[in-house]
């Protein structure tokens, strides 16, 4: 016989209703140890970038995102409703700003991909952007996250437009190898603040740039 | 009798269908010399930007409008329609870049006001934004335009801070005098191409900087 509430509804054992909510895998030591790192990389580089702004170390911020507007109502002029707007493809990169006198200018990108990073993740006008924008003396990469591995890494652009270039020759390939990776890239260990201390790194640039020209 | 064509349309005599459509005054000659000049000084840089881009001149874009966006139908993938979303403030200036090795930081304003530039058009945390980048080595000005003088100066960041901190003093102004202008920033003359040719006053700074520092 079912028992029943007061209200007419069937009582159901607590324990037997949840049994399918609770995971039977008990949680793997490593994603505890990795909790702080459930962020996307785009959070880390903002919180980054905040770092480096209050310890006024550099002045980078990532851009907004472009949005045509088609359709605006006023209901009241401090609070205009968008109420139509597309996402535009943007024609830069995400991040710019300045350090230690330096145009600096990055794109950040995550693949769930665990052996290569896939090249279709940046676009040519991006490539393009950042080839003019070192022409000029800017100093230009981007930071890749494998975020399955957790493992962050910056490549320079001078080093990506070379891999970029090859994915178009007979049997070029469409992405990094992660070996590829390691070898040219620069990784980027997580700390507790800044999350992500990719300025080291373009301190190490910059280093070399000022040889290169003396 | 209606005249037609063979495709059997009615002939209608052009005099008469263009009558509406020409104007009765005679164009002003003021309205015609200032022809060219009737964009917004927004128009103005974007255009100058593109052709110093074209001209690999300088890299320097206009950032995004920041957008808070709240709701987004994804009718299809490729075409999410965002529904519903709102301004947000800006917390840098507009337009940004990399010139001859140098960080750029600008942000550009018009009033229609004839005798003085009113304060009220910047925000503390634009000028605060504009004296950290200076601080790491960036050049950071404004270019305002009177719209009914169509007058356009560049006037330095470092001269805009001094004139910020005045008005919070005791009748301290909140606008900018012409005559106050005129002397401490440098006049923008429009020409062909590009139409705001700016960076002839950056390359006086970038001067001036190395003479400070040799």
């Known amino acids: 016989m079912t028992i029943r509430y007061p209200?007419?509804?069937?009582?159901?054992?607590?324990?037997?209703?949840?049994?399918?909510?609770?995971?039977?895998?008990?949680?793997?030591?490593?994603?505890?140890?990795?909790s702080n790192r459930g962020m996307s990389l785009e959070e880390d580089l903002n919180q980054t970038n905040e770092y480096y702004r209050l310890h006024n170390q550099a002045?980078?911020?990532?851009?907004?995102?472009?949005?045509?507007?088609?359709?605006?109502?006023?209901?009241?002029?401090?609070?205009?409703?968008i109420t139509e707007a597309y996402y535009r493809k943007a024609s830069t990169t995400d991040y710019n700003g300045v350090y230690r006198g330096y145009y600096?200018?990055?794109?950040a990108k995550e693949t769930r991909n665990k052996?290569?990073?896939?090249?279709?993740?940046?676009?040519?006008?991006q490539l393009e952007h950042?080839?003019?924008?070192?022409?000029?003396?800017?100093?230009?990469?981007?930071?890749?996250?494998?975020?399955?591995?957790?493992?962050?890494?910056?490549?320079?652009?001078?080093d990506l437009a070379v891999l970029w270039e090859k994915q178009f020759e007979a049997d070029g390939k469409k992405s990094i190898p992660l070996k590829t990776?390691?070898?040219?890239?620069?990784?980027?260990?997580y700390t507790i603040a800044p999350r992500l201390p990719y300025l080291t790194v373009v301190d190490q640039i910059i280093d070399r740039m000022s040889h290169d020209y003396s």
């Not at 209200?7 to 990795?34: A, E, F, M, R, V």
């Open 7 to 34: 209200n007419g509804k069937p009582y159901i054992n607590d324990d037997k209703k949840n049994t399918k909510k609770q995971s039977k895998k008990p949680l793997s030591k490593k994603k505890l140890s990795y």
């Open 59 to 81: 002045i980078i911020h990532k851009k907004p995102i472009p949005i045509q507007v088609v359709n605006v109502n006023y209901p009241r002029r401090s609070a205009a409703k």
């Open 130 to 158: 950042m080839k003019k924008c070192v022409e000029h003396g800017g100093i230009c990469f981007v930071i890749i996250r494998f975020s399955v591995l957790l493992r962050v890494f910056l490549l320079e652009y001078s």
């Open 181 to 189: 990776i390691e070898k040219l890239a620069y990784e980027l260990d």
């Open 104 to 107: 600096i200018d990055f794109e």
């Open 115 to 125: 052996t290569s990073f896939p090249l279709k993740n940046f676009h040519d006008h």
